[in-house]
């Protein structure tokens, strides 16, 4: 037997628990992953408690809890050749990574890369789903060197990203939040502006020069200043407003990265041109606090949950 976080009703963190469950194994073209940790995204309670939205991810009850993570290949299935037992990775496993061992399929759905050595498994399970977001989120908008670039939600597990991502890339970034995380934002080269009404007039003060580019990050308040703003739609991306955000702005998710993106995030770490924020840390046994925590949206980076 093994551990994974399950839920048999839709609902809050309160549903989630941590059970007992088959030991599952790695069959033909099948990956199993010892995890040592999860990191944590606003789709993973989302999925809990929305049922539409999990519906349209193929989830049914009961379900495992979860999508990023880090660990060890420790079981390797017939026709594998890409890995082997032993070799340190990091992926993601829409609704089932919370749990002592996971099996993916690395040419299917599922994502699963080597980690590289120089980067921990804390570090590694924050990055599939945030980081390739980010990516696909900069390149709807055409963020490229000499922008000025708007990023709503930029002290999120997404913006962290996004602003950093952004910066590599040559622009200027201009980020939402609220006014408790500047120095943190100011960390990572934002320039930060507080959400919420007036938005419009606030990045004016800033940037009276304009800005060129922008996603949202959150909703769709940064993508409707960024049309006042002047901004052309196709410029804006929106990764949370659904399939038909405002003003013909442009919708965009993790699935559109490219598959060399979560590598280049990695190599910037590597480099040292990214850092990644760990807000806190939780043992598995108490995932309803840290969903709790992490369904507030008011983290300033990551949150990873430990097995």
Aim: net charge negative; aromatic share 4%; proline share 6%.
């Amino acid at each position: 037997m093994s551990r994974a976080v399950m839920h048999e009703t839709f609902g809050g963190p309160e549903v989630l628990e941590l059970r007992e469950v088959p030991e599952p194994h790695a069959g033909a073209g099948e990956v199993r992953v010892r995890v040592s940790a999860v990191g944590l995204n606003p789709m993973d309670w989302i999925l809990t408690s929305m049922p539409e939205v999990a519906k349209q991810f193929g989830i049914t009850l009961p379900s495992g809890f979860g999508t990023d993570f880090a660990g060890t290949v420790d079981e390797v299935g017939q026709g594998v050749s890409d890995f082997t037992v032993g070799d340190r990775v990091h992926g993601s496993a829409t609704g089932r990574a919370a749990a002592d061992f996971v099996v993916v399929d690395p040419s299917g759905a599922d994502t699963l890369r080597r980690t590289p050595a120089e980067i921990g498994d804390q570090v590694a399970c924050t990055l599939a789903v945030a980081g390739m977001t980010a990516s696909a989120a900069l390149a709807a908008a055409d963020v490229k060197a000499g922008d000025t670039v708007l990023v709503g939600g930029a002290a999120g597990g997404v913006g962290v990203f996004a602003v950093q991502l952004a910066k590599l890339a040559g622009a200027r970034v201009i980020g939402t939040a609220s006014e408790g995380t500047f120095g943190f934002l100011r960390q990572f080269g934002a320039e930060p502006v507080v959400y919420g009404p007036g938005l419009e007039a606030r990045v004016r003060e800033v940037a009276p020069d304009g800005v060129s580019a922008a996603t949202d990050l959150f909703g769709t308040e940064t993508a409707e200043a960024a049309l006042a703003l002047g901004v052309p739609a196709e410029r804006i991306s929106t990764v949370a407003a659904g399939p038909n955000p405002p003003g013909g702005v442009r919708p965009t998710g993790g699935m559109n990265a490219r598959p060399e993106d979560l590598k280049r995030i990695t190599d910037a770490i590597v480099a040292g041109d990214i850092t990644v924020p760990i807000a806190a840390t939780f043992p598995v046994e108490q995932i309803r606090e840290a969903v709790r925590l992490q369904a507030g949206r008011h983290v300033h980076g990551k949150i990873v949950v430990n097995l």
